[in-house]
């Protein structure tokens, strides 16, 4: 196995290879997230490895779309949890 392809980089669809597959999978989780009204679960999915991974991974234009999407999914989180309280 070559260096420069990675064992694990396999088991990767396709689309997480690329920048904008990476913007999609992170946006999907921080949005579902939301939904759920999870605020907890946003703030431990944004410390974790897998979320640093993907973030690093992007171009600086598509991190701040994640930053953006994030700072939308935290207002929708805490106002979901506000309504149910």
Known sequence: MS???PRD????PLEMTKPRGCLRVLTA?????????NVEGIRAYVRSDS???DFTGLDP???QSVMRCYAKAA???EAKRSCIS
């Open 29 to 37: 989780k921080l949005m579902r997230l939301a939904r759920e009204g």
């Open 51 to 53: 979320f640093l991974a």
């Open 3 to 5: 260096k420069f392809f």
């Open 61 to 63: 234009g598509r991190r």
């Open 9 to 12: 980089a396999r088991a990767r």
């Open 75 to 77: 207002t929708l989180c």
